[in-house]
């Protein structure tokens, strides 16, 4: 029997759109004014003073923000899923992303930290202007469209991950956080318009533990064997 599924638009993803929607608006009109806020000093300070320890452990998961890093994150989505539907969505929602948010900084016009504040330390050689962050983008918009398709535990570590790219942004001294803020945002609209625009499917909340698995998993010949163990097994 299939797996139940639907392929309707979920209240959830819904839900991520305004979020991210909420997340431009709260970060643009403050970035377009020019000035750094106290709190977003106190915040950028805190973790761009961090020592020098935790960039060389950032600097390798930050990599999931970058061109390259999307294209590999797609690769290994086909491949785990046989999905393409899901692979498209992030492969589409990624780009998007990435080129949503280099417009968006020229439209902004808002500088990097180094231009904008003192005593920045910086660990990596940025240019151009600083909102909206492409690395955090692209890292919400991966995690936006292809965390649904997987078990609860999956989806917790993508957020992370998504966000732990942009603390790196921050703690490189490569943005501020609202930069980071407004990438995410827009990470998690591009993300999840491309989902839904491919169509792709979704767990039913009704269906069995397997169902959360992606489509082509749940109905593979393994999981086929597994389950037909379990019942001669009761």
């Not at 805190?46 to 020098?52: A, F, G, M, S, T």
């Not at 320890?53 to 390798?60: H, K, Q, S, T």
């Not at 417009?103 to 808002?110: C, H, N």
Request: charged share 15%; net charge positive; hydrophobic share 50%.
């Amino acid at each position: 029997m299939a797996t139940p599924t639907r392929t309707g638009t979920p209240r959830g993803q819904l839900v991520t759109v305004a979020v991210g929607v909420a997340l431009i608006a709260a970060s643009w009109f403050p970035a377009a004014s020019g000035d750094v806020s106290s709190w977003e000093t106190t915040v950028f300070r805190r973790i761009n003073d961090l020592p020098d320890a935790f960039w060389a452990f950032l600097r390798v998961p930050m990599q999931l923000g970058s061109v390259a890093g999307s294209l590999a994150v797609v690769a290994v989505t086909l491949l785990v899923t046989r999905d393409r539907r899901l692979a498209l969505a992030a492969l589409v929602g990624s780009q998007a992303a990435y080129w949503s948010a280099r417009a968006v900084k020229e439209i902004v016009g808002r500088g990097r930290p180094a231009a904008l504040l003192p005593g920045v330390h910086l660990h990596e050689a940025v240019s151009g202007f600083g909102y909206v962050s492409a690395h955090t983008a692209v890292a919400f918009a991966l995690a936006a469209a292809i965390a649904p398709s997987f078990p609860r535990p999956a989806r917790v570590a993508a957020v992370v991950l998504a966000g732990l790219v942009g603390f790196a942004r921050i703690s490189g001294g490569a943005h501020l956080p609202l930069d980071v803020v407004g990438g995410a945002g827009l990470g998690l609209v591009c993300g999840t318009a491309a989902r839904l625009a491919f169509g792709v499917r979704y767990p039913s909340p009704s269906a069995s533990r397997s169902s959360h698995l992606p489509r082509e998993l749940a109905h593979s010949p393994g999981t086929r064997r597994s389950r037909r163990a379990s019942r001669h097994a009761r």
